[in-house]
């Protein structure tokens, strides 16, 4: 067994490949030269492995490209696989989330501006979810700092009916009836860069992750701009678990692949030192689903004045699993004894933005 890692940047996307003791990685790239890579999936749904990858050219614009050889070639649909339809007054920028859904060839991509996309055929084509895009608090909806996009999509592991979907800022929303309707789920995300009084609004947040376990689908964890959530009732109502980090800001949040209570996320001082506290590379750990919380730093440099972004931060399914993060400097960081130890395993890239990892 092998395994394969994405790395989205700005300029491109490499792709590593290592055997399942992942110590020794060869990476080829970059593939869409001077290309903004936001999101990329690995999808093993299939009788072989098929990648995606949302890439965005400033000539040519956004387009999910697609390869059935593990990027030794890649397919594009003519004129863009997400467009919006004729007659709407928007235009796609980029792509920010690619991820399965229950069903077979089912994809889902969330772009900037805000929507939400659904393809039926593995990703050649999508189709958008228009009565999100017609929500009546859509025109209300900001842009966070890095743009107003869904960056989160997460389709219910065994109910086609639901996805939660999440983006900044504007916060969580739901549908339960197939994209008929969508709610906000927000109660008690506090949004602090509001006044006093008017911090937990129902929509607003500036959310910048949300994650889940498939055998625990009720419950969510999430990272804002300023808090860590987790939800016992499928978005209902949040509760904190910041207490025990060094900080409660910071972007990506991901849930270990076979324990469902075990999550890690890699904290930030705040929005004005988008770097980790005391400028130490750490990944923060808890294996009781947020009640408690242990760092992680063996191997990581103490100097590291960069962020990791939202989707910058990853596992892969092997028993033990990797963890894996890159950073804003170009280097990318893994842990093949579930975050115990890490080492460097490539460096001086563009900009990192998106990994994905899995066996194959």
């Given amino acids: 067994m092998s395994t394969i890692l994405l790395v989205g940047t700005r300029k491109g996307m ?6 399942d003791r992942r110590h020794d990685w060869e990476f080829t790239g970059p593939h869409f030269d001077m290309e ?38 890649w397919q594009e649909t003519p004129n863009g696989a997400v467009r919006f339809p004729d007659g709407t007054d928007a235009k796609v920028e ?29 990703g050649e084509t ?28 997460l389709p219910h592991p065994s109910d086609p009916q639901s996805v939660t979907a999440a983006l900044s800022t504007g916060g969580v929303y739901q549908t339960n009836d197939g994209g008929a309707s969508w709610q906000p789920r927000n109660q008690g995300i506090r949004a602090d860069f509001l006044p006093e009084g008017q911090q937990y609004p129902e929509f607003g ?3 910048h992750k949300v994650t889940r376990h498939p055998s625990r689908p009720e419950r969510l964890f999430l990272q804002n701009h300023g808090g860590v959530y987790r939800s016992v009732n499928h978005g209902e ?13 910071g972007f990506s949040i991901v849930v270990h692949p076979h324990q469902p209570d075990t999550v890690y996320v890699f904290p930030i001082s705040g929005g004005d030192g988008r770097y980790p506290p005391g400028a130490k590379a750490r990944v923060w750990r808890s294996r009781d689903a947020g009640e408690t919380w242990e760092e992680l730093g063996q191997g990581l440099p103490d100097s590291f004045y960069v962020a990791v972004m939202r989707d910058a931060m990853c596992v892969d399914d092997h028993d033990p699993a990797g963890v894996y993060f890159g950073a804003r400097n170009g280097s990318v960081w893994a842990s093949a004894d579930e975050g115990d130890t890490w080492r460097q395993v490539v460096c001086d890239l563009p900009d990192v933005m998106v990994v994905r990892a899995a066996s194959i």
């Fill in 205 to 207: 947040q500036c959310v």
């Fill in 126 to 153: 999508f189709t958008l979810e228009q009565a999100l895009w017609d929500h009546p608090h859509r025109p209300e909806w900001n842009a966070g700092f890095g743009g107003q996009a869904f960056h989160t999509i």
């Fill in 94 to 122: 980029r792509i920010w989330q690619l991820v399965t859904g229950p069903e077979d060839g089912v994809v889902y991509a969330g772009s900037e501006p805000g929507a939400v996309w659904k393809s039926g055929d593995g």
């Fill in 36 to 73: 903004e890579v936001y999101s990329c999936l690995i999808d093993k749904r299939g009788e072989r492995p098929r990648l995606l990858a949302g890439a965005s050219s400033m000539w040519l614009g956004p387009q999910v490209r697609r390869s059935d050889d593990l990027g030794k070639t």
């Fill in 237 to 249: 109502s949040w509760e904190s678990i910041a207490d025990g980090l060094p900080a409660d800001f």
């Fill in 14 to 19: 490499w792709i590593g490949t290592a055997d």
